[in-house]
């Protein structure tokens, strides 16, 4: 389906917004709010949705990029949840199988490691159980052998075998941008850069908030709505500061980095999910001629919108690598790029960050100001469902179930993964038959699933435009993102539409400036903006690279 959500319309959107009354008012373009929008707008909900950043900019962007049940809370018995979030995976896979995969995950044994050979055989039977697991990606128990050929690399001194279960493997940012343009699809109205900076009331009700537009500084629009949520991850405390409703329970948030390394250095073969020295288990996933690895997780009180990797982080997770991968000897020089973000959690007292529940909760105020704090992006479309189906008890009209379980979001829509096989061949001869290579072809088809017909529909029209020496994919690709996907910086294409700054920096420094001219003409930007987004751009490299001082 062809979406409306062009930079273009920015202001026409927003004269809209400003213009209406709407039954809810998300405030918050990360994975909850896109999800509490699609659930919303597919039931019928007039919605409108405003973020300060671009889209998944905040920690929706910077997570590990796995759709999982969280293993690792079974150790704390959170049975309830891997349960949830478990079954989730599933759905979210085949709602939208072009950004989430499945990916076997290796588990290695050792000798006095966390899990012995009995509980991992027993936690990931009871993993599979939890989550329903389908009986060809049930666990496998996995013998050294067998364990080392799956990854030579691994530690052999005291390795005892593997688990090896199925995990899914999505890219955060875009599985955000496609629910959100779904809900779109749906009638929602979304705007980026525009920041909530007080609520309205009437009679001690919140109807709605005043926002400033953050591309135009001294414009600012209200927006009014029936119900207004707060979506917004590690920032709900500051909002319900704004309701004065900040009592009870808080959030505690910690900080996880990713460090990535090209194959060259790091030729990690299977996604190993591994034990570090002081007990945490820690992630090493291979993706597009990558590895990537982490997390850390260590309080966080610095600024929220702009979390970085610290020398620290780097060591430890550096030693994280050497540890378990002992050959690969990889020091600060081979890191190619990273990113950091802090989780929203629930504060408990007296826990460490990495025992701190996942869990998601509502919190409702007494202004009507309703609360979504915690979670996983895995359980992004359950907490919608949860949210909405609560939201709609205070509207005074009757409005359908939630439909989402079997609703695919934006390009998904290929006959779930059943159909994905033939969508794939199909569309990849369509795309060839349009003059592009088979590297592109299988480029496109993947980043944008069922939207790639829209994509070879803007080929047509672009025949005659300036490329800036762009190659024809990435080209696309960014007239695809401007038209149809609401970018507004080259930070926008390159770290949450693309993925390119984390996973592909060189191609960044190749491009970065042919990006830039292209969208300074598509976008008429003044000399001012071209060289402000130009500045960001470079300030978000550097960042990726090098580490930084606390
Ligand atoms: C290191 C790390 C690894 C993780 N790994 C995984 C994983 O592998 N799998 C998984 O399921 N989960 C994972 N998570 C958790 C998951 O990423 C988060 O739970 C999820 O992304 C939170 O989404 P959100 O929409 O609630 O918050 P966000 O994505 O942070 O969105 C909140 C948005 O609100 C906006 N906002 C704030 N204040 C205002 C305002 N005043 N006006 C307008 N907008 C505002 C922000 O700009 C932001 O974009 C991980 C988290 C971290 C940090």
């Known amino acids: ?74 150790k704390n018995f959170e049975i309830g949840l891997v349960a949830e979030v478990g079954k989730e995976r599933e759905i979210v896979y085949e709602n939208g199988p072009h950004v989430t995969s499945p990916e076997w995950m290796l588990l290695p044994i050792y000798k006095g490691g966390t899990f012995g050979k009995f509980a991992t055989s027993v936690g990931l039977r009871a993993y599979d159980f939890l989550a329903g697991v389908k009986k060809h990606e049930r666990r496998k128990m996995l013998t050294t052998k067998e364990t080392l050929q799956k990854e030579p690399l691994l530690n052999q001194e005291g390795l005892l075998g593997g688990g090896y279960y199925v995990e899914y493997k999505t890219d955060d940012a875009r599985l955000t941008i496609e629910v959100l343009k779904e809900a779109v699809a749906f009638g929602a109205c979304a705007i980026s850069y525009a920041r909530v900076s007080r609520l309205l009331y009437d009679n001690g009700k919140v109807i709605g908030g005043e926002v400033k537009d953050l591309l135009h500084a001294d414009h600012t629009f209200q927006v009014k709505a029936k119900k207004t949520i707060n979506a917004t991850g590690p920032w709900v405390d500051s909002i319900r500061e704004m309701d004065q409703s900040k009592k009870g329970k808080v959030l505690r948030l910690t900080k996880g980095v990713h460090l990535v390394i090209d194959q060259a250095h790091f030729p990690l073969k299977q996604a190993v999910y591994f034990d570090t020295s002081d007990g945490r288990m820690v992630f090493a996933i291979p993706r597009d001629g990558k590895a990537y690895v982490g997390t850390t997780d260590t309080f966080f009180n610095k600024d929220t919108s702009n979390p970085y990797m610290t020398d620290e982080d780097r060591e430890y997770i550096i030693r994280a690598i050497n540890g378990m991968f002992p050959n690969v000897h990889i020091t600060a020089e081979e890191i190619e790029s990273s990113w950091a973000g802090v989780r929203p959690l629930i504060y408990e007292e007296g826990k460490d960050p990495s025992e701190i529940s996942r869990k998601d909760e509502v919190w409702h105020a007494e202004s009507g100001l309703m609360t979504i704090a915690g979670g996983k992006l895995t359980g992004y479309r359950k907490m919608a469902e949860t949210v909405v189906d609560q939201a709609i008890k205070d509207l005074d009209q009757d409005y359908p179930r939630s439909n989402t379980k079997k609703l695919p979001i934006s390009g998904g829509h290929v006959g779930g993964s059943k159909g ?117 751009l470079m300030k978000h490299i550097h960042q990726a690279m090098t580490p930084m001082k606390e």
């Open 1 to 74: 389906m062809r979406v409306d959500f062009s930079s273009k319309k920015r202001q026409e959107m927003i004269h809209t917004m400003g213009n209406k009354e709407y039954d809810l008012f998300i405030i918050g373009g990360g994975i909850t709010g896109a999800g509490i929008a699609l659930d919303a707008a597919a039931r019928g909900l007039s919605v409108a949705l405003i973020d300060m950043q671009d889209f998944a900019a905040g920690t929706s962007s910077r997570s590990t990029k796995l759709v999982h049940g969280g293993l690792r809370y079974l």
């Open 420 to 536: 994905f096989e033939d969508f794939i061949k199909e569309a990849n001869n369509d795309a060839l038959n349009e003059g592009l290579t088979k590297q592109q072809a299988r480029y496109l088809v993947r980043l944008f699933g069922s939207n790639v017909t829209t994509a070879l529909d803007l080929k047509k029209a672009l025949k005659n435009e300036d490329r800036f020496g762009l190659p024809d994919e990435l080209f696309l690709a960014l007239h695809y993102a401007m038209n149809y996907e609401m970018v507004v910086k080259p930070e926008d294409f390159f770290i949450r539409r693309s993925g390119l700054l984390y996973f592909n920096l060189r191609l960044v420094e190749q491009w970065k400036e042919g990006v830039i001219e292209c969208m300074a003409h598509t976008l008429r930007w003044t000399p001012d903006q071209k060289e402000n987004y130009a500045h960001g």
